[in-house]
């Protein structure tokens, strides 16, 4: 049985750039603060939200670094490290190490993607030269490439190789997974609107982008789940239902950063290609914002 990184809710950070394209470090670390504030179990610095893919090294091992120091370890800090080139994945793999992070996400490689034993032997490799726990991140939405079951149980021996961040939105999948791995996998909701689902067949979590507009809530969706008290959660669940479709009206992190913009929590820009959302959609986020009573 391997210990799950954390248990309950990680929000995934978006990293704030100023107007000149800089990140911005003081708004990352007032973040940071909210987050830990509200009660949220873990941080993932770096991930798809944090715009990772348009980060230079130097920026994303300062970010990493940056926000392990100023979490001071008030909870654990999970470092997207991931990459379709397996060389730079070790690169981000030891930096983190060295940073001082509790865990690694790793996602598929993207674009050049591989087959399954190439997926077997990437991983292995990368859990082979790191002694922090390893957790692997499905999003063939974006990567074009998912994991298997068959693959999920083989990386699932690996002793490093803790868990996987599911969110393919494939249930037949994550059933099958979690029936030959079983203790030997943890899994963490990828997707907002799947928690309660996901943790009904064992999931430990969720990784949200959903957090960092309202923590407490997506806290708490885990908290009362755990607590059994699974009304509740799945109220929480329902409830939130039409933010979380807000949110994700457009490419994350476009909605999530425009919406953080609206209640003045320093989201920062975007990095090109992402662009500003269209009007119609804006128009639709504002007002299911109002709805929830998140604007004055």
Known sequence: MK????????????????????IDYAAFARQMDRQLESGVDALCVCGTTGES??????????LVDYCVSHVAGRCKVVAGSGSNDTAAALYLCQHAQESGADALLLVTPYYNKTTQTGLIHHYEYLADKTDLPVILYNVPSRTGLSFTAETYRILSQHPRINGTKEASGNFSLLAETMAFCGDELNVWSGNDDQTVPMLALGAKGLISVTANLVPEPMAELTHSYFRGEIEEARELQLS???????????VNPIP????????????????RPLWAMDKKPCKELRETLAAFGLLS
């Open 3 to 22: 210990t799950p990184v954390f248990t309950g809710t990680c929000t995934a950070l978006i990293t704030p750039f100023q107007a000149s394209g800089s």
């Open 53 to 62: 893919s348009t980060l230079t090294v130097q920026e994303h091992v300062h």
């Open 240 to 250: 939130y239902l039409p933010l979380m479709k807000a949110l994700f009206s457009q």
């Open 256 to 271: 999530i950063k425009a919406a953080m913009a609206e209640l003045g929590l320093d989201s920062g820009s975007l990095r």
